[in-house]
Structures are given as C-alpha cells and as structure tokens.
C-alpha cells in the first residue's frame, strides 16, 4: 500500500524534503519527497533515480534500510526505514557529557561506532557506489533507552550524491547518466524488485496525504 500519511517534517534540503510517514497499518517510515518536476533531464531527477538505484541495492546494518519508490507527475518519493535516534556529532557530544560510564566505556563506544562507519562505507564501495557526501547529520546513532552506551548502533542515511564507480577504472561517474527511471520505471510506478511499493490507479494517487501535526 502506497498510501501514507505524513506526521512531521523531519529534514530537508536542496535535494528534498524529508517526512516521518505512518502507513496504513500503522507502520512508521521516513519518506524523502524529490520534487523533479514534469519535463526535462534536470538535475533534481537525476540524482533522484540515482539515490533510488543506490539505495535499493543495499542491504546492511549500517546502512538506512531501503522499503520503496514511487513517482508522481512532479516528484520521486523514497520510502526508507525511520532511523530514530541522534546524528553523529549530537550523539559524541552528549557521550563526552555522559556520566553513567567511565572514560574506558566511553573510549569502546567510539571504536565501536569507528568500525561500524568503516564496515558501512566498505560495503557501499564493494556494490560499486561512492557515497560522496559522508557529514556528520548524514550518520544517525540510535542506543537503549536506558543507556546510551548499550546496544549503540550507526546507520548512513542519505543517499542523494551517491555516484556509480565505473568497474573498469574503479573512479566515479561523473554523472548518474541520462535522467530515466530506475531498472524499467514506468511513468507512476517502477518495479526495482519486489521490495517496492506498487502504486495503483491514476497518476498522482499516490501522493502522501498530509496529516497530524508538523513539527520543525
């Protein structure tokens, strides 16, 4: 079901707005709206498909679980786990502050989140895929609710400058190519693989329906 409504706005930039969405059966998602607009190989679209391509082909703990795609007449949604938590840098900082752990505990974390950030990249770079854009609010933190030191865990979450390695020169394309829907897309809906949300009816039925209240 392609139907979702959106809670609350939860980032957003020049690539595109980002909402925590609630699905029918009640499901909690992130979905990033690209608006690419009706006609022309802009680059909004482009980088659109790209993130879609990246991320459908990923599959790992660090790295933003991938849930769906649809496209309506003027944008590209991404459907993506809801990664709650802190960003990277939020998360450190608290941690220096952090008074239930000793600096040894402290020490073991940030090793820990070091490794973790290493292995996701490493897995980005082995599908043939440069993330480009590896800031601090692109890598999210979630830990225990009782203790932030517990159960710590990194995921990268933005795919939107994301660029294929060429295999053969193992360098970066300098572009995602030709602006076309990802792996056979048609004009509402594109089938990546059956992790995909199949969008019915007309064109722009899909559109997430706004809902509840919004918060900065």
Known sequence: DANYVARRKIGGGKQ???????????????????????FGEDEHR??????????????????????????TSAEVHLVMELVDGTSLLEYLTMLNDYEDANEDKKHEVRLDLMRQLANAVAYVHAKDYVFRDLALEN???RHAPDDATANVTLKIID?????????????????????RAPRGARQVAWPLDQRLVAVQGPLGQARPRRGGAEHG
């Open 46 to 71: 482009i980088a659109a498909y790209a993130e879609v391509d990246a991320l459908s082909a990923m599959s790992h703990p660090n790295v933003v679980a991938f849930v769906g795609a649809y496209q």
């Open 159 to 179: 795919f939107g400058r994301v660029r294929k390695l060429r295999p053969e020169t193992g360098r970066a394309v300098r572009g995602p190519g030709p602006a």
């Open 139 to 141: 890598v999210m933190v």
């Open 16 to 38: 595109g707005t980002v909402f925590e969405v609630e699905a029918s059966d009640g499901t909690r998602r992130a979905m990033k709206e690209t608006h690419v607009g009706t």
